[in-house]
């Protein structure tokens, strides 16, 4: 096979693998929170919510180290986990619509985070699978499929989900995503692993890496990029539906709006990199992020709300792409689902939190001071700069 067509087939799959997370997350971070309200629950029960089930991305530092260091049955360290991840996720989604979230909440709350446990291992091994085999050159180029390809699977689906949710049943929407995720498999079992060269290896020592304070640094940074863009994100269309009583049909169509800005984001994030360097692409990244969150502070109409969401999308967009790609260019190879793993583990964990203090803070204030007040916790990544790219281990 040409080489020019493997390369294509390669990055069409990570696409789709991301792709396969983004008609998930279409539900859980911008629609679960209007079928928990829809259920009689409230914004608080839904951060709570949230933040257990994104504990797996939180300890998905354990399937990093069993995916670098155990060859399962012979298939690889990537491809089987990726496979287990995939199917375990599509049975969840299967059984979703059989558990009332308001009727047995703990109940939910447990399936979800199998769900999430799923997501989380075919995730970390998705990453290691790419650490592994694209070359440092084209790793802005990757993050921008990754994150374009889970976002368009938040366009293709979200305003799908949202018109099924209101004319058809929520089960109609599980049962939907659970087929999405399937999408990914024909190409995954189609993958060969290339036996791992020995300067590749597992290797504990590796892990001194984290002793660098451009690393450290690095990590403040994903915790504060995440814990904005995930805290302002659940939030939107609850507060579109509270202040302006928009339908599900509604909430979806601007989901679909927001993805298409995440993807343009994606775009736009390996670009700034590629012509702007990482620090400078920081900064605008910064400008970008603190503007959009700042309009829906203040977001007078449902006529405006449309191009503030998808404002917003870019700039999330353009936050996780700058991340991963900082965050494979500081990775050791020896330790590449691990490392990297911990990296994605701090802005799971700043997630769960933007999540759980933005529910609670929507609650006590309002929608539009908690957006404003994340608007201006974007200034924490000022001081930050400096430290990140004081020393780099791979040149920016």
Same mark, same amino acid.
């Given at each position: 096979m040409p080489k020019s067509r493997q390369k294509t087939l390669s990055y069409l799959m990570f696409g789709l693998l991301y792709f396969?997370?983004?008609?998930?997350?279409?539900?859980?971070?911008? +629609?679960?929170?209007?079928?928990f309200l829809s259920k009689g629950l409230t914004m608080s029960d839904v951060g709570v919510f949230a933040s257990i089930a994104l504990i797996p991305f939180v300890i998905k530092i354990f399937l990093g180290m069993l995916s670098d260091k155990v060859n399962l049955l012979g298939l690889g360290h990537r491809k089987p986990y990726i496979l287990i991840g995939l199917i375990v996720q =599509?049975?969840?989604? $299967?059984?979703?619509?059989?558990?009332?979230? =308001?009727r047995a909440y703990w109940g939910f709350v447990a399936l979800a985070f199998i769900l999430q446990m799923a997501m989380a291992l075919y995730d970390t091994c998705t990453d290691g699978l790419a650490l592994d085999t694209i070359p440092e050159e084209e790793q802005g180029t990757i993050q921008s499929f990754m994150v374009a390809g889970r976002a368009l699977g938040v366009v293709l689906t979200a305003s799908v989900v949202g018109l099924l949710a209101e004319y058809?049943? /929520?089960? #109609?929407?599980? /049962?939907?995503?659970? !087929?999405?995720?399937?999408?990914?498999?024909?190409?995954?079992?189609? $993958?060969? %692993? #290339?036996?791992?060269?020995? %300067?590749? %290896? !597992?290797? /504990?020592? =590796? !892990?001194? =890496?984290? &002793?660098? &304070?451009?690393v450290i640094a690095l990590a403040g940074l994903g915790f504060v990029f995440f814990f904005i863009i995930a805290g302002a994100n659940q939030m939107v269309n609850p507060f579109l539906e509270t202040e302006f009583d928009i339908?599900?049909?509604?909430?979806?169509?601007?989901?679909? *709006? /927001?993805?298409?800005?995440? *993807?343009?984001?994606?775009?736009?994030g390996g670009w700034f990199i590629n012509r702007l360097g990482n620090r400078n692409a920081v900064r605008a990244a910064l400008v970008v992020t603190f503007v959009a969150v700042l309009a829906l502070a203040l977001t007078p109409n449902t006529v405006l709300a449309w191009p503030i969401v998808a404002l917003f999308g870019l700039a999330y967009g353009v936050y996780q792409?700058?991340?991963?790609? +900082?965050?494979?260019?500081?990775?050791?190879p020896r330790i590449a689902a691990s490392m990297f793993s911990i990296l994605m583990a701090v802005t799971n964990v700043a997630q769960g939190v933007g999540m759980a203090?933005?529910?609670?803070?929507?609650?006590?204030?309002?929608?539009?001071?908690?957006?404003?007040?994340?608007?201006?916790?974007? $200034?924490?990544?000022?001081?930050l700069l400096p430290a990140v790219f004081a020393r780099k281990p791979q040149a920016n």
């Amino acid at each position: 096979m040409p080489k020019s067509r493997q390369k294509t087939l390669s990055y069409l799959m990570f696409g789709l693998l991301y792709f396969a997370q983004g008609t998930v997350l279409s539900y859980f971070t911008a +629609l679960n929170a209007i079928y928990f309200l829809s259920k009689g629950l409230t914004m608080s029960d839904v951060g709570v919510f949230a933040s257990i089930a994104l504990i797996p991305f939180v300890i998905k530092i354990f399937l990093g180290m069993l995916s670098d260091k155990v060859n399962l049955l012979g298939l690889g360290h990537r491809k089987p986990y990726i496979l287990i991840g995939l199917i375990v996720q =599509a049975l969840c989604l $299967l059984v979703a619509p059989f558990i009332d979230p =308001a009727r047995a909440y703990w109940g939910f709350v447990a399936l979800a985070f199998i769900l999430q446990m799923a997501m989380a291992l075919y995730d970390t091994c998705t990453d290691g699978l790419a650490l592994d085999t694209i070359p440092e050159e084209e790793q802005g180029t990757i993050q921008s499929f990754m994150v374009a390809g889970r976002a368009l699977g938040v366009v293709l689906t979200a305003s799908v989900v949202g018109l099924l949710a209101e004319y058809v049943s /929520w089960t #109609a929407v599980f /049962w939907l995503l659970a !087929f999405f995720t399937l999408l990914p498999l024909p190409m995954v079992l189609r $993958l060969r %692993e #290339a036996a791992r060269p020995v %300067e590749r %290896e !597992f290797n /504990w020592g =590796a !892990f001194r =890496a984290f &002793k660098n &304070k451009s690393v450290i640094a690095l990590a403040g940074l994903g915790f504060v990029f995440f814990f904005i863009i995930a805290g302002a994100n659940q939030m939107v269309n609850p507060f579109l539906e509270t202040e302006f009583d928009i339908p599900l049909s509604t909430a979806g169509m601007l989901t679909t *709006v /927001w993805g298409i800005g995440v *993807v343009l984001g994606g775009v736009a994030g390996g670009w700034f990199i590629n012509r702007l360097g990482n620090r400078n692409a920081v900064r605008a990244a910064l400008v970008v992020t603190f503007v959009a969150v700042l309009a829906l502070a203040l977001t007078p109409n449902t006529v405006l709300a449309w191009p503030i969401v998808a404002l917003f999308g870019l700039a999330y967009g353009v936050y996780q792409t700058l991340y991963y790609a +900082l965050a494979m260019n500081y990775t050791d190879p020896r330790i590449a689902a691990s490392m990297f793993s911990i990296l994605m583990a701090v802005t799971n964990v700043a997630q769960g939190v933007g999540m759980a203090i933005c529910g609670g803070l929507a609650d006590a204030v309002g929608f539009r001071w908690t957006f404003a007040i994340l608007t201006t916790l974007n $200034l924490l990544i000022l001081p930050l700069l400096p430290a990140v790219f004081a020393r780099k281990p791979q040149a920016n």
